[in-house]
């Protein structure tokens, strides 16, 4: 199935927008108040499936792969999360929108991070999924893991590389997606055959490999424009894989949030929409209204 007849099968339809000088792919449908979704590294709108459907009840639900992401654009620059945060609020005036809330997981998380501390005019709620804006801790990473670390964020220095991972993911992009499913997931069967398929399909050509990257090598220029930006003042609930206190995201979004509030999903690894998609749609429809 293509991404059209994937969209269908979900009661959504699939379309295109250009703006700000790149065309993003997206996915939409229900009915309500607009919710903007955005998603990360290694999938696509996909990622979302099994909460788009109970959310379109309620919601005009807008599932967006992000520049670089499937089918959508894939430019030489522009991976930043400020200009990324740009095409977002392109796309929601292109819609007609005034104002969203924005629900991001993954590299979406930053991107709708920054979507709120760029464009404060044109959001009301913002939901972070599993991962903060990046800032200047990132620094502190280490590149060994420490024993008994919970987990070693290899992929951050993997995706800093400019030439290398187009080598030794092309035709192998498959091995990837099993591996960090298997790795951060509870139970991999959450990421069925399906899934893994359409995400090693969407990520096996050198530019989606090289745009992917993109997302991480511009990590320096985030953290500079972290910098910039005041402690956000609208409502921001952060769902975690993790107890608040062993979450990283949460030491960085008490610095850059005005009283976030914290819900930690039990029983999921990472990739919540996939593994808990009936508690991360309660919580949304809960913090939203």
Avoid: C
Wanted: negative net charge; hydrophobic residues 45%.
């Amino acid at each position: 199935m293509n991404d059209a007849q994937l969209a269908e099968s979900l009661g959504f339809r699939s379309e295109y927008a250009d703006v700000n000088g790149t065309r993003l792919h997206y996915v939409i449908g229900g009915e309500g108040k607009p919710v903007v979704l955005l998603g990360g590294w290694p999938h696509t709108w996909w990622e979302f499936h099994k909460v788009m459907p109970p959310l379109a009840e309620h919601y005009r639900v807008v599932v967006v792969d992000i520049r670089g992401m499937n089918l959508s654009a894939k430019p030489e620059s522009g991976y930043d999360k400020k200009t990324m945060a740009r095409d977002i609020h392109e796309l929601v005036r292109h819609l007609g929108f005034d104002r969203v809330d924005l629900v991001g997981h993954d590299i979406g998380a930053m991107v709708a991070f920054s979507f709120a501390a760029n464009h404060p005019d044109a959001i009301d709620k913002l939901v972070m999924v599993d991962v903060p804006h990046p800032d200047e801790d990132l620094y502190d990473l280490t590149l060994l893991p420490k024993p008994g670390q919970a987990l070693h964020l290899w992929w951050f220095a993997f995706n800093q590389l400019t030439a290398l991972p187009q080598v030794l993911l092309a035709g192998n992009v498959r091995a990837l997606v099993d591996h960090l499913s298997d790795l951060m997931l509870l139970d991999p069967a959450n990421i069925d055959e399906k899934a893994r398929e359409i995400y090693a399909k969407a990520y096996d050509s050198p530019d989606a490999i090289r745009a992917s990257n993109g997302w991480y090598q511009t990590f320096g220029q985030d953290a500079v424009d972290m910098k910039s930006y005041a402690p956000l003042t609208l409502p921001v609930l952060a769902l975690t894989s993790r107890p608040a206190d062993e979450d990283y995201a949460v030491k960085s979004l008490r610095k850059s949030v005005v009283d976030p509030r914290f819900e930690p999903i039990p029983g999921t690894g990472h990739y919540i929409p996939e593994e808990q998609p009936e508690a991360m749609v309660a919580a949304i429809r809960k913090f939203l209204g």
